[in-house]
């Protein structure tokens, strides 16, 4: 699979994942403040964004797409950074094909079963008639009652786009996510641990990584550090960007 991306800078590479209904522009201020140092890659991931549409969705699939887009742009090696879906994604990758991992940064996600907690939001954009939406704002309005956060449906609302006949639809395969959640909720798959270098962040407010996570992290991941970042959530990049470039920068350069 032909995974869309955006590349910046000039360097040793780095390929950043993102999380679940989002798209590579959800990190293009990091991309880009990296690049001063790096060849950085954004990737849409499968399902999502400009990347092709699959029935399917799992992260030894999600880690394969990641294989196939490395060797096609003629990388061995690379840093790995995902957040959340996409840092399941990271760290499918770095125990399936651990030589083309230069270092791996995981953002406020574990190797971990999770439970569900999208079912609001599955259900919200679902119900969503897009033949019959004039503009974003109805959609908003729509979204409201399940989906109170303002900042969580303006994210949501960024993966809409309209057709050529001018009607509304989701970049992302928003049925495949939906049938496929479970693989989504499930933990990387291994027989045997990483032990190359690798860096897990967590949000110091976020409930994704918690404390009883940390000896998992370790038994997969032995040689990993393990960073929080005080205030923040689960979209790190966004509540403490300037703290996350700092650890990132401190762990890959």
Known sequence: MNLNHKTFGQGDPIVILHGLFGTLDNWQTLGKQLAENHTVY???????????H??????????????????SNWMFKSHIIGHSMGGKTAMQFALMHPD???KLVVIDIAPKKYPPGH?????????LDLKKLGDRSEADEQL????P????????LKGLTRDKKGHYRWKMNLESLYRNYD????PPEASEPYEGEALFIRGGNSPYVQDEDLG???????????????GAGHWVHVDAGRELLELIRGFVD
């Open 144 to 147: 409201q009652e399940k989906i």
């Open 119 to 127: 079912q609001e939001i599955f259900d919200a954009l679902r119900s």
């Open 100 to 102: 083309m991992v230069d």
């Open 216 to 230: 998992l992290i370790y038994d997969w991941f032995p040689n990993a550090r393990v960073e929080t970042v005080d």
């Open 183 to 186: 693989n989504l909720l499930a």
């Open 54 to 71: 699959h029935d399917d969705i799992d992260y030894p699939s999600m880690a394969e797409d990641l294989l196939y887009f490395l060797e």
């Open 149 to 156: 956060d303002n900042g969580v449906r303006q994210f949501l």
């Open 42 to 52: 954004l990737v849409d991931q499968r399902n999502h964004g400009r990347s092709p």
